[in-house]
């Protein structure tokens, strides 16, 4: 399968905080053959309400560890998208990216992951590490989802909304970890006839790769 996204129409956004949106990321009869084929199986609860961290509560599935295929994962993935994926790997897409945000990804390992958010799962206001260079999300829902949009915050405060991104079909939001970064999901609503499903992609640096289990962001 040809996977065409050299051509995005990503918006620049200045406030409160450089981030970046496109709503056509790939070409309509690729997302729809990725969005028909999401992986539905091997997810496991993420849960966490207490502590110093950040809190949240997601499904999340690992395809890529520090640009390693997940051979668990892998097996059980369509051709659709382990196409999808290595397209993802390869030199030209981190390039593509790096001239993008005018960051230098070339030394980064990638960090991939299939998250659903059911209802009740939701992500708490916080800042990306600073080790992850950029991160990008990929919406694939099936349908009109009640919540499960991403929060666009002036702080700390869960109030603070300066933008308001609903997880729609074939968008893809753009995130680079800052002081001032501040991001959170709204809670899926409970009844919420559809999940919000989405591909998540780290850039990490790797002198501060963290194991699988604690690279967690839920974007």
């Not at 129409?9 to 496109?22: L, Q």
């Not at 702080?155 to 074939?170: F, G, M, Q, R």
Request: glycine share 4%.
């Amino acid at each position: 399968m040809n996977i065409r996204w050299h051509s995005p129409d990503f918006k620049r956004k200045k406030e409160p905080f450089e981030w970046f949106c496109s709503d056509h990321f790939l070409s309509a009869n690729v997302f729809k053959r990725l969005q028909t084929e999401f992986p539905h199986t091997g997810y496991r609860k993420s849960h966490r309400e207490e502590g110093d961290e950040k809190y949240y509560s997601t499904w999340d599935l690992l395809a890529v560890d520090k640009g390693i295929p997940v051979q668990e994962t892998w097996n059980n993935l369509t051709t659709a998208w382990k196409a999808m994926l290595k397209a993802i790997l390869k030199d030209d897409y981190r390039h593509y990216f790096s001239t993008l945000m005018e960051r230098d990804l070339s030394k980064t390992h990638l960090h991939a992951r299939f998250t659903i958010y059911h209802e009740n799962c939701w992500l708490a206001p916080h800042c990306d590490r600073p080790d992850k260079i950029l991160t990008q999300t990929l919406y694939f829902p099936t349908g009109a989802i009640e919540g499960g949009e991403l929060l666009i915050l002036g702080s700390s405060d869960p109030d603070d909304i300066k933008e308001t991104v609903a997880p729609s079909p074939n968008r893809s939001v753009i995130l680079q970890p800052s002081p001032n970064s501040w991001h959170s999901v709204r809670k899926v609503a409970t009844g919420s006839q559809n999940a919000r499903r989405a591909l998540l992609l780290h850039f990490v640096c790797p002198d501060n790769v963290l194991d699988s289990k604690d690279n967690e962001s839920h974007v």
